[in-house]
């Protein structure tokens, strides 16, 4: 069983968008369904009768009272049982609701409040999906965006950033002693060998342990292993390095589509940046905000370090008169330095980009980072 908080920085920043509206969310979660010929319910607390897309959409944008334009106005979350799990309840839809319904419980009552206040289930505004199917991606064995074997069921969650009374702003993904992830993705372990009386393995220390100690012995391992995950990760075959430096070239490709050709860049030195991050999600994460900033007409600065560190420093806005290297950092003629013929071209590529830049590149005042948690703990443990 696996229960994950979904962080729009990291995973899926389109469809997980939170900013807004729960309108694209909802869409995307509908879409297996759509695809399958079916029409999609979402299913939510005890006694509720089935919605529809809209009907999602409207409990949760409806329910941002106090949030600002900013703001999460909602959060998506994701149960992942087992294969054996799954096996073990006959794949059956019907558990597999009143299990989310448990779990949310669990959700509701992990916030820490002021005055040791605890929520349940009733104080959230959320609604759920099942999903049976699963595509490779990322490191994943296979090719990639094709379907995996066996049993891939799943759920999907929607539930809004504020309680039900609009009263309480509930954030997941902020500071542990407010929300515990790991503590929750515990819990919904031990729920699903508690609901569905799976045994429990012998070798913990104990015949017959509480629920408590069930819950901190999870807890320990999800812990250990994330430590180890990021020390240790399976290496690629050359096939899959094949198969996704293929892709890179597409990828890159239509990237280039939208850059000035003097701002293009090198298919080569993106594909060896992803091989010395071993196509890590951060990797894919830069090179997807970099297309997106060539879509709104605005050109990424030092491209190649921001794929290379996840990190990207806000550029001044670019004037007429400053000489650029095709995907190098900028740099400025010495006075008197005559221009080469190359040189006029590119200034001339460039004060064309000026114009459809605009105030883009204006300074920002701070670095963006968009690395995993799992990479700025790393990077904070070295820097120790």
């Known amino acids: 069983m696996y229960a994950k908080v979904i962080n729009p920085q990291t995973n899926g920043r389109k469809v997980y968008n939170n900013a807004g509206s729960s309108q694209r969310c909802a869409n995307y979660l509908a879409k297996e369904s759509k695809e399958a010929g079916q029409e999609v319910t979402f299913f939510g607390a005890p006694g509720t009768e089935a919605k529809t897309v ?8 409806g329910n941002a009272k106090g949030l600002g334009k900013d703001d999460p106005k909602f959060h998506s979350l994701v149960l992942s049982p087992s294969s054996d799990e799954l096996l073990l309840i006959g794949n059956n839809p019907t558990a597999l609701e009143e299990y989310t319904r448990n779990v949310m419980d669990l959700y509701a009552k992990n916030f820490n409040l002021k005055n040791g206040r605890e929520l349940g289930e009733a104080n959230l505004v ?41 009263k309480i702003t509930l954030n ?6 407010r929300f515990n992830r790991v503590q929750f993705q515990a819990e919904a372990v031990t729920q699903m060998e508690v609901q569905f009386g799976r045994v429990v393995p012998q070798d913990m220390g104990a015949k017959n342990p509480t629920r408590q100690q069930r819950v901190a012995q999870k807890a320990e391992e999800i812990t250990r292993k994330a430590a180890a995950s990021r020390g240790e990760k399976k290496p690629l075959t050359p096939e899959q390095i094949a198969t996704k430096n293929a892709r890179l070239d597409t990828q890159v490709a239509r990237l280039n589509s939208k850059l ?6 090198d298919p080569n030195r993106v594909k060896e940046i992803a091989c010395e991050r071993k196509y890590d999600q951060v990797f894919y994460t830069t090179l997807g905000q970099i297309e997106r900033n060539a879509e709104k007409g605005t050109f990424t600065a030092q491209p190649y370090e921001y794929l290379a560190t996840g990190r990207v420093v806000r550029e001044p ?6 000489a650029i290297e095709p995907n190098r950092e900028f740099s400025t003629s010495s006075p008197g330095q005559r221009e080469e013929p190359a040189q006029a071209a590119g200034m001339q590529a460039l004060g064309r980009s ?31």
Do not use: C, F, Y
């Not at 809209?54 to 944008?61: G, Q, R, S, T």
């Not at 999903?131 to 999907?156: A, F, I, M, P």
């Not at 000035?260 to 860049?265: A, F, I, M, N, V």
């Open 354 to 384: 000026v114009k459809k830049l605009g105030t883009a590149l204006a300074p920002k005042g701070r670095t963006q980072d968009v690395r995993s948690d799992a990479e700025r703990e790393r990077d904070h443990e070295n820097e120790m």
């Open 126 to 166: 959320w609604a759920a999906t099942i999903h049976q199917e699963r595509t490779n991606r990322g490191t994943d064995e296979g090719v990639q965006g094709e379907k995996k074997d066996g049993l891939q069921t799943h759920v999907h969650v929607m539930v809004s950033a504020r309680d039900a009374a609009q």
């Open 260 to 265: 000035d050709p003097g701002l293009q860049l």
């Open 54 to 61: 809209a009907e999602v959409v409207e409990m949760l944008d």
């Open 172 to 177: 997941p993904l902020g500071k542990a002693d």
């Open 317 to 322: 806005q670019l004037r007429t008169g400053r």
